[in-house]
């Protein structure tokens, strides 16, 4: 069955980075299209980016276009999202997710305060 287990969430102050990772197992890793969603307190949860199997087409949300970085590993089947220049609307619990599977893993909270 689908485990997807995020970590590397944290306390960062405005400006700074943080690189979350989600490690996967249970299903054909590489096959599979992955997102990162987030979701910010009394917010709806949000797409924020997604990559294909290969690793070759990458999409963003706009309002984290050319901060974040999104990436994957499928020797590892682990998934990666690289955040630079954080800032306080980011702050939320961050998501890795299958495309089309209906599960969530438990998240990582990520605080982006001074």
């Known amino acids: 069955q689908v485990q997807l287990v995020e970590s590397g969430g944290g306390l960062v102050q405005p400006g700074g980075s943080l690189r979350l990772s989600c490690v996967a197992s249970?299903?054909?890793?590489?096959?599979?299209?992955m997102r990162w969603y987030r979701q910010a307190p009394g917010k709806e949860r949000e797409l924020v980016a997604s990559?294909?199997?290969?690793?070759?087409?990458?999409d963003y949300a706009d309002a984290v276009k050319g901060r974040f970085t999104i990436s994957r590993d499928n020797a590892k089947a682990t998934l990666y999202l690289q955040m630079n220049s954080l800032k306080p609307e980011d702050t939320a619990v961050y998501y890795c997710?299958?495309?089309?599977?209906?599960?969530w893993g438990q998240g990582t909270q990520v605080t982006v305060s001074s």
């Open positions: 249970g299903f054909s890793f590489s096959a599979k299209i």
């Open positions: 997710k299958v495309r089309y599977v209906a599960y």
């Open positions: 990559i294909t199997g290969s690793g070759g087409t990458t």
